[in-house]
């Protein structure tokens, strides 16, 4: 089945204690991103990557990691979380075509933060 | 700045009758716009996108939407709500100033009341 798998799905932690926040995809995808989901708020890109070992910033990338060294990987780090990183993290893929991305993005099931 | 409006936090509608969902974008260049629906407890599906072309796209599960460019809208529609349509809808640009991002909108909760 094709699917953007997230682990874990919920997550409490304290401040200052680092992190990881996996995500797979099976499609061949060359873009993925992570967002976060907060109330009031939408969803926020945080950062993306147009292919291996390529990454760029999204509109709040602040506290945040990502590394992209295989294409179907994309984990989010956070070296030191705090409260303020309370959230509601998605991961998505697309594939690109001629280079570009206009193509939907396909989701994963979100992963519930929340940083004590 | 680019950015994507959804002027609506809920909307209401009875069962049957047509709906509308909001959206204005402010965008430099052409845009790429799409619909994304949020059901509780689970990720975002993609409903739509419209990249160029004809300004009325069909989508998923009986919706469309409406590219009108003089008005930077990208309205999305259904003649006849279902209850099943309930939920967190959300519009999206992909910037095209040269960058890949994306700006969603905060939402709007669609209410389909019986």
């Known amino acids: 089945e094709a699917q953007v798998t997230q682990n874990p799905r919920y997550l409490i932690t304290v401040t200052g204690k680092k992190l990881t926040v996996t995500c797979s995809q099976n499609m061949n995808h060359e873009y993925m991103s992570w967002y976060r989901q907060d109330p009031g708020l939408g969803l926020r890109q945080i950062y993306y990557s147009m292919n291996v070992e390529v990454t760029d910033k999204g509109d709040v990338p602040e506290g945040y990691k990502v590394s992209r060294k295989e294409k179907r990987n994309f984990p989010l780090i956070l070296e030191s979380p705090s409260p303020n990183q309370t959230s509601l993290y998605f991961c998505a893929s697309s594939p690109t075509l001629r280079g570009d991305t206009y193509n939907e993005q396909f989701f994963g099931p979100g992963t519930r933060l929340t940083v004590l | 700045a680019q950015s994507v409006a959804q002027p609506e936090d809920q909307v209401n509608v009875a069962e049957g009758n047509p709906l509308t969902v909001k959206c204005t974008y402010s965008v430099s260049g052409n845009p790429y716009l799409f619909w994304y629906v949020q059901y509780p407890n689970r990720g975002l599906q993609f409903l739509l996108k419209y990249i160029t072309g004809d300004n009325l796209v069909k989508g998923s599960y009986g919706f469309e939407a409406e590219f009108n460019k003089s008005q930077t809208s990208f309205h999305l529609k259904k003649p006849s709500a279902l209850v099943s349509d309930s939920a967190l809808y959300f519009c999206?640009?992909?910037?095209?100033?040269?960058?890949?991002?994306?700006?969603f909108g905060t939402g709007t909760r669609l209410k389909v009341l019986a």
């Open positions: 999206a640009v992909r910037d095209p100033s040269g960058t890949y991002k994306y700006i």
